[in-house]
């Protein structure tokens, strides 16, 4: 996934997430919808939360080399 599709997919994710708050904030869904909006959020914010990491690791590879030595490339698969 290229980065911008990625930061794409992140923000599409992150708007999701802060649709579903509103919706359990709003205290109109059933249990049962609430506990799948609940879960889906979960899902969501995990999501959301490796792409910061992967995102904060690039970054530290980036500061630790600011030297002008080669940089290099990370890899969210391998974190490296």
């Not at 509103?22 to 869904?29: M, T």
């Not at 959020?41 to 939360?49: E, F, T, Y």
């Not at 030595?69 to 490296?80: A, I, K, R, S, V």
């Given at each position: 996934m290229t980065r911008k599709a990625n930061v794409k997919?992140?923000?599409d994710k992150l708007s999701e997430l802060d649709s579903l708050v509103?919706?359990?904030?709003?205290?109109?869904?059933s249990?049962?919808?609430?506990?799948?909006?609940?879960?889906?959020?979960?899902?969501?914010?995990?999501?959301?939360?490796?792409?910061?990491?992967?995102?904060e690791q690039k970054v530290q590879i980036l500061l630790e080399n600011q030297d002008g030595?080669?940089?290099?490339?990370?890899?969210?698969?391998?974190?490296?």
């Open positions: 997919h992140f923000e509103k919706q359990l904030e709003s205290n109109q869904l249990l049962e919808d609430a506990l799948k909006a609940f879960e889906k959020g979960i899902k969501l914010s995990n999501d959301c939360q490796s792409v910061l990491t992967q995102a030595e080669h940089l290099q490339t990370f890899d969210p698969e391998t974190n490296q």
